[in-house]
């Protein structure tokens, strides 16, 4: 997760200071902690949402970790140093013992966030939620009324998902808006950092789409690379507003580690003066961090190197603890996320910003080429920007076919 507003509050400090201020601590710094674990607990949902990752439906799933078996997880993460767990499906609230095992998180001392689409939550469940003592909601919008509703296959979801946030708003709930942008919903996005204001959230979430398929591209003219960078100037530019106002509101990106590099080009532009001493703030943040300090159990138990990894199974926690998983190099995966730096190639090998973007998401270039340490299709940044040349993707033919069909899909559901 890339924090804009953190960056843009120490950015205004340092322009009312005349310093910038020392960074928190950091990966790296001491000893490290276990990775922030994301928690598919179930994978059945009430909706069928379009860019599901979990291709999750309304049914019940066979062979789900049992509440013991969680209990059991929960203590080894604990004594592994997780800090923090995201609680995640599916629709996390459609299992009965969702409210058992957010107990239990809390009283083991992990932070605790819940990930739901919010059509569930009436005036009775916000008030279970917010006696639960979770640290944040998050609930996935995609847009305004006639967009989310696309987006999530059923009329009245956003209606729904937003008395969420209100009624978890008026209880004093710290709630955020979670949205990952595509070609289908860009348009909506000023509309809905307003909404966030207008309804008083704490967070706004921007997710980058992990997308694949997007072959050899000018990345300077390609349509989707340039609504991204409109996308992230309007978050950079809002959250400095914040900043320098005072607003303790978050902007935090995801999915895509350009996002440090491309603050960098705002800074240069706008605060020519700190674009040192960001560049090493942001050195020491260390982009991307699937693999290392990211984690994703599903529901079945098998834990993968983030939640868009779920085709590479890196072992299940009812054979081993996870400890015992996420510590062990001998699949090869794991050992080049954990490398420093990355054995990443093309662009993404001799980019000036591989320090700080750490390769970006491995999981699209594996997904186009089948190698996941080319260069990841989805950057936005320039061959100019990065001081790097593009490299001609060779797509193999079962991708090319499997694009081919999903073009077709896509005509179909736009």
């Not at 790097?388 to 033919?397: D, G, K, M, Q, Y």
Request: with cysteine; net charge neutral; glycine share 8%.
């Amino acid at each position: 997760m890339f924090r804009i507003s953190q960056y843009m509050r120490e950015l205004a400090q340092a322009q009312a200071t005349g310093a910038y201020p020392a960074p928190a601590r950091t990966r790296g710094n001491g000893q490290a902690p276990g990775p922030v674990v994301i928690w598919n607990l179930i994978r059945r949902c009430n909706l069928t949402c379009k860019h599901c990752y979990a291709l999750s439906a309304d049914h019940d799933y066979v062979g789900e970790l049992t509440l013991p078996e969680v209990f059991t997880v929960m203590d080894d993460l604990k004594g592994f140093g997780v800090p923090a767990l995201i609680l995640s499906g599916g629709e996390p609230l459609l299992r009965p013992d969702i409210f058992e095992i957010s107990a239990q998180a809390r009283k083991l001392g992990f932070y605790t966030g819940l990930s739901t689409n919010g059509t569930l939550i009436d005036r009775p469940l916000a008030q279970r939620i917010a006696q639960e003592g979770f640290d944040y909601v998050g609930i996935s919008l995609d847009g305004l009324k006639p967009t989310h509703d696309k987006f999530r296959r059923l009329d009245g979801a956003f209606d729904r998902s937003l008395a969420a946030v209100r009624f978890l708003g008026e209880l004093g709930v710290k709630v955020g808006l979670r949205f990952t942008m595509t070609a289908m919903n860009a348009h909506d996005l000023p509309n809905l950092l307003q909404l966030m204001k207008d309804e008083g959230a704490n967070k706004f979430y921007f997710s980058h789409l992990n997308y694949a398929g997007r072959g050899n591209i000018h990345r300077d003219k390609d349509a989707h690379h340039l609504a991204t960078r409109d996308a992230m100037n309007l978050l950079f530019d809002r959250a400095w507003a914040d900043a320098q106002a005072g607003c303790m509101d978050d902007y935090v990106s995801g999915n895509n580690d350009a996002d440090g590099p491309f603050l960098l080009h705002w800074v240069r532009q706008h605060l020519p003066q700190w674009e040192s001493a960001l560049t090493e703030r942001l050195t020491r943040w260390g982009g991307n961090a699937s693999g290392q300090m990211v984690a994703n159990i599903d529901n079945l138990g098998h834990v993968h190197p983030d939640t868009m990894w779920w085709h590479h199974d890196l072992g299940c926690v009812r054979d081993r603890p996870f400890s015992a998983i996420w510590n062990d190099t001998s699949d090869p995966l794991m050992a080049g996320l954990k490398q420093h730096p990355r054995p990443v190639q093309g662009r993404c090998a001799g980019c000036k910003y591989l320090a700080i973007c750490n390769g970006n998401t491995r999981v699209r270039a594996q997904q186009l080429t089948g190698n996941p340490w080319f260069e990841d299709p989805g950057c936005y940044l320039t061959d100019d920007e990065v001081g790097a040349a593009s490299t001609p993707l060779e797509v193999p033919a079962k991708t090319k076919a499997f694009n081919s069909i999903r073009r077709s899909k896509d005509a179909e559901n736009a």
